[in-house]
């Protein structure tokens, strides 16, 4: 089942039923103040990001499950007012990870470091939560092997300190931080036309950590719907949707049978 909607997201949450969600995945508005092609950013005031996002986490909160997990995603410029946003609401001990996005690629500034990662703030309900560890395990590399690889992951250092342990053969525990290359220009495969479109593999690697088989997913920032389209791949039911009957018509397109 796809479910997307041209709807405000307040207003569709409104209408859903309590503990009904397993995942909710959304990359959120960053709050940077730019136009963009395709939307108008928040601006960063803490006022007005609390104004909007109090009340559609608070309905999140209800509507997720409590094995769920929910994924925000942004970038440095409104991270610390969310994170506090998010505490409020979901409690400070249900905070599982702050991911940390790494890509490459785009223009650099003259006088500062390039930013050149996005935040992922991944909370959950309650300790029950979902979590596929062996369906998001990262291949193990030669620098890992020759560095320091986890004696809990059954890894081993070149040296021989941990010789009586061995890799485990579905690969390495993941980190906190992913490299995955954002979308490029030439990327005509997965592209569509819409700003900040993510790459399907990053969403991916949600969706399998945190969800199973005909679990509901919800995307209630759909944008590009990349989550949708995945969540079809991966056989997933979605819910979501935007405001922007471009995006909603994209999200349809992409996830047609």
């Not at 089942?1 to 949450?13: A, H, K, P």
């Not at 509901?216 to 009957?245: H, M, P, Q, W």
Request: glycine share 6%; hydrophobic share 30%.
């Amino acid at each position: 089942m796809i479910d997307i909607r041209l709807s405000d997201n307040l207003e569709l949450m409104t209408e859903m039923q309590d503990n009904t969600v397993d995942l909710i995945y959304c990359d959120i508005l960053y709050g940077t103040g730019r136009k963009f092609k395709d939307y108008q950013d928040l601006k960063p005031k803490r006022e007005i990001i609390e104004e909007h996002y109090m009340p559609r986490i608070k309905e999140m909160h209800r509507i997720l499950k409590d094995t769920g997990s929910i994924y925000l995603q942004m970038d440095t410029k409104i991270n610390h007012w969310m994170r506090c946003i998010m505490d409020d609401v979901f409690g400070y001990d249900n905070f599982l990870n702050e991911i940390i996005w790494c890509y490459s690629g785009g223009g650099v500034p003259k006088k500062d470091f390039a930013s050149k990662h996005d935040h992922i703030l991944r909370y959950s309900k309650t300790n029950k939560y979902i979590f596929n560890l062996d369906d998001v395990r990262d291949d193990y590399s030669d620098d890992v092997k020759n560095s320091n690889p986890s004696r809990y992951d059954k890894s081993y250092r070149k040296n021989g300190v941990y010789s009586g342990y061995k890799p485990n053969p579905l690969g390495k525990h993941p980190n906190d931080w992913w490299k995955i290359q954002q979308l490029m220009p030439s990327d005509k495969k997965e592209r569509v036309d819409y700003a900040t479109q993510k790459p399907k593999a990053l969403i991916e690697r949600i969706i399998k950590a945190s969800s199973n088989e005909g679990d509901l997913v919800a995307d209630f920032y759909g944008g590009s719907f990349t989550t949708a389209e995945v969540c079809k791949d991966l056989n997933r039911n979605f819910i979501g949707c935007d405001i922007s009957e471009k995006a909603v018509a994209i999200g349809l397109e992409r996830t047609k049978y």
